[in-house]
Structure formats: C-alpha cells, structure tokens
Nanobody, 118 residues
Framework: QVQLVESGGGLVQPGGSLRLSCAAS????????MGWYRQAPGQQRELVAT???????NYADSVKGRFTISRDNAKNTVYLQMNSLKPEDTAVYYC????????????WGRGTQVTVSS
C-alpha cells in the first residue's frame, strides 16, 4: 500500500507563487506516474499536471507556462511549482500516484488547500 501526504498549500495574493510537495511512503517501487489534480467548490476534480517515472510531463492548458511539475525518485516525492497564480487557481490540490504493476490502481492524498486572493 502507498500513502501520499501533500504539503505547501496556503493563501497567496494574485501573481504570487507556491510550491506543493507530495511524499509517498510505502513501497516506492510500486509507483509509476505521479500527478496533481485540483477541485474547486462545486466543480469536478480536474487534472493539473502529471509526470512519469522517467520525467515525461503533461499539463492542463490552463496552467501551461505557469506551473512546473517535477519529482525526486530517490525521495518518492513529487513537486508542483506554481507561479503567476490567479484567483481561478483556488482549489484543493490532490496528489495521485499510479501503481506501476496495475496502472488502473491509483492512490490519492488527502489534499491541500490553495487560495489565491487579495
């Protein structure tokens, strides 16, 4: 089993930056793609960015050029650097990890709140 713990959320003014971290515990060898998703009040959870074990990345159009996803395989940790934040980025951000042996199995963190407001 894999446990994911997110950190780094908070309140930031528009145009500001935050860096989220997600540390995976358990058997790291079972993890392949990791990613960040977000859910705003009254909306469905949506993909923000993903990164494969060999560092291939994918981003939602709404965050391209502003957010950067990265990972440290030795630490089983994924990061999300968020720059030029906008009020519409306000949401609970969730970390997800994909089981390497059974790709249909995903593990979720509990989420961290990001609020962009002046």
């Amino acid at each position: 089993q894999v446990q994911l713990v997110e950190s780094g959320g908070g309140l930031v003014q528009p145009g500001g930056s935050l860096r989220l971290s997600c540390a995976a515990s358990g058997s790291g060898s079972r993890i392949n793609t990791m990613g960040w998703y977000r859910q705003a009040p009254g909306q469905q959870r949506e993909l923000v960015a993903t990164i494969t074990r060999d560092f291939g990345t994918n981003y939602a159009d709404s965050v391209k050029g502003r957010f950067t996803i990265s990972r440290d395989n030795a630490k089983n940790t994924v990061y999300l650097q968020m720059n030029s934040l906008k009020p519409e980025d306000t949401a609970v951000y969730y970390c997800k990890a994909q089981n390497a042996l059974v790709p249909t199995i995903g593990y979720w963190g509990r989420g961290t709140q990001v609020t962009v407001s002046s």
